[in-house]
């Protein structure tokens, strides 16, 4: 089975733009989460999306949003980006058959906001 | 809100010294699992723990559940190299999302 896979791995923007990330779950999963890593925060997480609904949101400003779509595909968009957004953004998914089922994580998009 | 704090931040062990990661969580958990993150990497299930008191092992790896199911540790064997990464816990409470410590960072000097 292939593994999670997002796109892109890598991206550069200036203040004030705005980025879409993607994310495909492995085949079967139905849940999509999104954390940002950064070196003094660890993980932190944004959001999750279940069957195109978000189920949870963390504790982020309202320039982050995601969408899931109806193969379970996801996307994450940070708009009017600041200094502070550089971080490692990652996608994980899970088949959410419980609550406490394993992340399986992508590789994530490395974003630098210069 | 859920907090779930870590301890050490990092941990520099000789090849061959034993290693221990400590989780502690602000509320009481359902489960809380570890996740391992090489260095360049992103982080990779190890294990999930969901019962009071449970301890699993994988090979040198020990883990622990405490008995109020707030508490939760890593001990890693006679350590090699190939250990080399970043150690994170991450607690699940009720309907919350999983709530990860910030990690400890492990170095291996051979």
């Known amino acids: 089975k292939a593994g999670v896979t997002q796109t892109p791995r890598y991206l550069i923007k200036t203040r004030g733009q705005q980025v879409t990330l993607s994310c495909s779950p492995i085949s079967g999963h139905r849940s999509v989460s999104w954390y940002q890593q950064t070196p003094g925060q660890g993980l932190q997480f944004l959001f999750e999306?279940?069957?195109?609904?978000?189920?949870n949101k963390g504790n982020f400003p309202g320039r982050f949003s995601g969408r899931q779509f109806s193969n379970s595909r996801s996307e994450m968009n940070v708009s009017t980006l600041e200094l502070g957004d550089s971080a490692l953004y990652l996608c994980a998914s899970s088949p959410r058959v419980t609550s406490g089922d394993e992340q399986f994580f992508g590789p994530g998009t490395r974003l630098t906001v210069l | 809100g859920q907090q779930v704090m870590q301890i050490p931040q990092y941990q520099h062990v000789q090849e061959g010294e034993d290693f221990t990661t400590y989780c502690n969580s602000s509320?009481?958990?359902?489960?809380i699992q570890w996740y391992k993150q090489r260095p360049g990497g992103h982080p990779v299930f190890l294990i999930q723990?969901?019962?009071?008191?449970e301890v699993k092992k994988q090979k040198r790896l020990t883990f622990q559940f405490g008995e109020a199911k707030k508490n939760s540790s890593l001990h890693i064997t006679a350590t090699q190299t190939t250990d080399v990464g970043t150690y994170f816990c991450?607690?699940?409470?009720?309907?919350?999302?999983?709530?990860f410590g910030k990690g400890t960072r492990l170095s291996v000097i051979a």
């Open positions: 723990l969901v019962k009071s008191g």
């Open positions: 999306y279940f069957s195109e609904t978000q189920r």
């Open positions: 509320t009481t958990l359902s489960n």
């Open positions: 991450a607690g699940l409470s009720g309907n919350t999302p999983l709530v």
